[in-house]
């Protein structure tokens, strides 16, 4: 639990630092710093790296992705109308979605719990100018904490924003995909349709890949999920 909340905040304490919000009087401190970010970054790796080689074990698990190409608002919508619809016949479902505004699009910048609309907002403020990334790990940790409380207590389904180049290079949320697949927890998701390579050797065979339809999505949720759809 410690390995795991310091792989999120290590690097939030080193962006302080290097974008002057913290300055060290001491360099040593920032030594220390850069060695404490590390040392989470490699074990945050290898965690990864560990789970999934219990996944490749594994012959019976159920994930699949509604594929966009476009901005994926439709996505997001399917998901949504699916997460409404299981909670209403009384499933338990979690997880984390981007909020959808009264003209259908989604924010990228927030996620919402499925479960209670808790609301996180996972960019950070880098300047009007900034090309760096946006996403910040320490709100997304924090947000991520909704998925991994739900699989300790159990539930029947866990949705996840999407798949994209955060998971790709072994951050964002992919640990939580991980530990939902290694309870025996079905996932959907979503995912630009550039990203299917990488969703693929992610996935192997039991990856579904569906079109942003709720139906469609919840005849998936029927053939994966042993419990029965009323």
Request: glycine share 6%; aromatic share 8%; net charge negative.
């Amino acid at each position: 639990v410690f390995c795991k909340g310091l792989s999120y905040t290590v690097p939030a304490i080193s962006r302080l630092t290097s974008t002057k919000k913290i300055v060290p009087r001491d360099s040593n401190v920032l030594m220390f710093a850069t060695a404490l970010q590390d040392f989470a970054e490699n074990f945050n790796t290898l965690e990864s790296e560990f789970m999934s080689n219990q996944i490749e074990q594994q012959s019976d698990y159920a994930i699949a992705a509604v594929v966009y190409a476009d901005e994926g608002d439709a996505a997001i919508t399917a998901l949504w109308q699916a997460v409404r619809r299981l909670q209403q016949d009384g499933w338990r479902v979690a997880g984390l979605l981007n909020p959808i505004d009264n003209e259908g699009k989604h924010s990228n910048s927030e996620l919402a719990s499925v479960a209670d609309n808790r609301r996180f907002s996972i960019f950070q403020n880098l300047g009007h100018y900034s090309s760096g990334c946006k996403l910040d790990a320490g709100a997304l940790a924090a947000a991520g904490s909704v998925i991994r409380e739900a699989i300790a207590e159990g539930t029947d389904l866990v949705v996840i924003n999407k798949f994209g180049h955060a998971e790709i290079d072994n951050r964002g949320l992919l640990s939580e995909y991980l530990a939902a697949i290694s309870s025996g927890i079905p996932v959907l998701t979503t995912l630009q349709s550039k990203y299917l390579p990488d969703w693929r050797s992610f996935s192997g065979e039991a990856g579904g890949e569906l079109p942003a339809d709720t139906d469609t999505v919840l005849d998936w949720i029927k053939q994966s999920v042993k419990r029965t759809l009323p």
